[in-house]
DNA sequence: GGTTCAAGGATTGTATCCAATCCTGAGTAG
DNA sequence: CTACTCAGGATTGGATACAATCCTTGAACC
């Protein structure tokens, strides 16, 4: 018996709002009342806690005593915090993927970077979403250091937020496919330096059209 | 975060449970009977379930649908992961901090320091530990920035189950002590470089010590 | 007009109760 | 003797009900 077989209510919840942050259905500051979310998803206010206080942990939403739990602010700070420490974090992954990656590894990040280029033309932002986090997270995961991967996953969510807004434009789309196109270049040679620093630049600019979101 | 004025049972519930971690009071691969600990804290099964997830979305204690919490079995290779994150987040808190540190901040550095060697030598473990842990954080606050502490401490977190037993030896808590000496050394010359090197060699020792323990 | 303060409703925190699932162990068949 | 089956209790997941706290609103007072 997997554990994808035992469905709760509170994972059903928590899948949902997962999803309603990164539509961007639930805006930063705004309020989740508990009674409205769980009517909304037909559940007791008992999952839904559940699954809140997971995002809270997660610092996806921030808790008040007796007042509630909001949808998390991200600030300038924060937000530069964030890309610094996927810097310190990716980089380090990264140095430990390279010698690794096996030709299937290879392959399907070729595989996923063109999936990425097909959602990208097609202005599907949620199915390039997808296809980007996979893509990058399949060179994170070839680490083969799980808790580094569930790091950088939790930093990856704190800006769930944004990302439908920056994929949102075309512009933003299309560079993304170049600098994709020179890590995958810099993977085939299994250079590690090199590949970090295409990283690097991919993130810079990343950071520098979200600072302009933010505020 | 929740208002340190405001104490909530399901608050009081999880710095309980981290204390009875942190002495080794709960062992690792225990279960957590749900009913039984409620009934041992005074409070009903749902504060009591609030604090547990809390504790798993740290990674203390695992879930399993229907069947409970467990307190979490570091196996070998998780330790070291551990160590190895800590190692390259705490080199860049220190690289961020050390231009920042204030003439108070190594008085206060100085004084735990000193708070620690007491605390050595009387034997007193739990005041050790508590001592440690600020010193270190002092140290790492000191890079202001508040998500890159909140990192750090989930890993210290996790190494918690077997932090008492490591200090439970007279010999690691006196190695201990001149590794902070030297680490003290460092910072007063405002020198990162040796600072790094100092940290690192200061948890080498311990994932080592921690390894035959695991085991 | 501005400030204080006290209801009352709105919202969250917690306890209690019921439902769903798991685990144990006795009994049975092979 | 071993493997399987299937109650019955033990334990967890979730819903409902109640208590504690907060927030708004409006009136009294300066």
Redesign the pocket.
């Known amino acids: 018996?997997s554990h994808a077989t035992?469905?709760?209510?509170?994972?059903?919840v928590l899948a949902e709002l997962r999803r309603a942050i990164a539509t961007g259905e639930l805006t930063p500051g705004q309020?989740?009342?508990?009674?409205?979310l769980?009517e909304r998803f037909?559940?007791?206010?008992?999952?839904?806690?559940?699954a809140l206080q997971v995002l809270e942990a997660e610092g996806q939403v921030v808790?008040?005593?007796?007042?509630?739990?909001f949808i998390t602010e991200l600030s300038l700070p924060d937000l530069i915090e964030v890309y610094r420490l996927r810097a310190v974090l990716e980089a380090e992954a990264a140095r430990v993927a390279v010698p690794l990656l096996t030709d299937d590894d290879v392959e399907a990040l070729a595989e996923l970077a063109a999936r990425i280029e097909d959602a990208s033309e097609a202005g599907e932002v949620g199915a390039m979403i997808e296809a980007n986090r996979a893509f990058h997270f399949t060179l994170i995961d070839a680490a083969a250091m799980p808790r580094l991967s569930r790091l950088v996953a939790s930093l990856w969510d704190a800006t769930d937020v944004y990302r439908s807004v920056y994929y949102g434009s075309a512009t933003n789309r299309e560079r993304v496919d170049h600098e994709h196109a020179s890590i995958m270049a810099a993977i085939r040679n299994r250079n590690a330096t090199t590949l970090i620093g295409e990283l690097d630049a991919h993130r810079e600019h990343a950071v520098a059209e979200l600072s302009a979101i933010v505020r």
Do not use: D, F, K
């Open positions: 018996m035992h469905i709760t209510a509170g994972s059903v309020q989740l009342v508990q009674e409205s769980a037909g559940v007791s206010r008992v999952p839904l806690r559940e808790h008040q005593v007796h007042r509630g739990y």
